[in-house]
Antibody
Framework: EVQLLESGGDLVQPGGSLRLSCAAS????????MSWVRQAPGKGLEWVSA????????YYADSVKGRFTISRDNSKNTLYLQMNSLRAEDTAVYYC?????????WGQGTLVTVSS | DIQMTQSPSSLSASVGDRVTITCRAS??????LNWYQQKPGKAPKLLIY???SLQSGVPSRFSGSGSGTDFTLTISSLQPEDFATYYC?????????FGPGTKVDIK
């Protein structure tokens, strides 16, 4: 059974940094691209970033480009999202998902709140 | 970027009703279209991929159709567990934008 477990969400001040993690199990992690998708309170889904299975290709939404960095450690079956220069509009539940575009499996999400 | 729109934004229906949700892409995406279901406080769930292929484990009352720019999600007989928000997503190119969602609630 595929399992994705996010962690690292927290309350952070504007301009601050945070690193999210997503621990994967139940599938051969390095065979799959992975993504982060976020959902602001009461709003729809917004694709944030994706990374290839080997980690050599990365993709970002314009809204986070230059501030967020996606990475993975295939030896630890873990996906990361380093978030810098956080803004109030980054407040959301962040989901990790298996896949780069079509996402058949999702984690339960971790809440990031950016507020002073 | 390819933008997605959905209609209606919300609808009220009764158990047993046939429900249809429409999604439109800003340019042709062939059949590269997914549908997700999301219940409050839960992660999205993939229902349909490639416009009309049912994801494993999804009930057959869900179906998808369309190609090019216009797509439809149909629930043939609405069940209590189907009250949720539905999102389309283009899978043609990165960024794989989602539609704004359609909330289906109880009449």
């Amino acid at each position: 059974e595929v399992q994705l477990l996010e962690s690292g969400g927290d309350l952070v001040q504007p301009g601050g940094s945070l690193r999210l993690s997503c621990a994967a199990s139940g599938f051969t992690f390095n065979n799959y691209a992975m993504s982060w998708v976020r959902q602001a309170p009461g709003k729809g889904l917004e694709w944030v970033s994706a990374i290839s299975g080997g980690g050599d290709s990365t993709y970002y939404a314009d809204s986070v480009k230059g501030r967020f960095t996606i990475s993975r450690d295939n030896s630890k079956n873990t996906l990361y999202l380093q978030m810098n220069s956080l803004r109030a509009e980054d407040t959301a539940v962040y989901y990790c998902a298996q896949g780069q575009i079509t996402m058949p499996h999702w984690g339960q999400g971790t809440l990031v709140t950016v507020s002073s | 970027d390819i933008q997605m729109t959905q209609s209606p934004s919300s609808l009220s229906a009764s158990v047993g009703d046939r429900v249809t949700i429409t999604c439109r892409a800003s340019q042709s995406i062939s059949s590269y279209l997914n549908w997700y279901q999301q219940k409050p406080g839960k992660a999205p769930k993939l229902l349909i991929y490639a416009a009309s292929s049912l994801q494993s484990g999804v009930p057959s009352r869900f179906s998808g159709s369309g190609s090019g720019t216009d797509f439809t999600l149909t629930i043939s007989s609405l069940q209590p567990e189907d009250f949720a928000t539905y999102y389309c997503q283009q899978s043609y190119s990165t960024p794989p934008h989602f539609g704004p969602g359609t909330k289906v609630d109880i009449k």
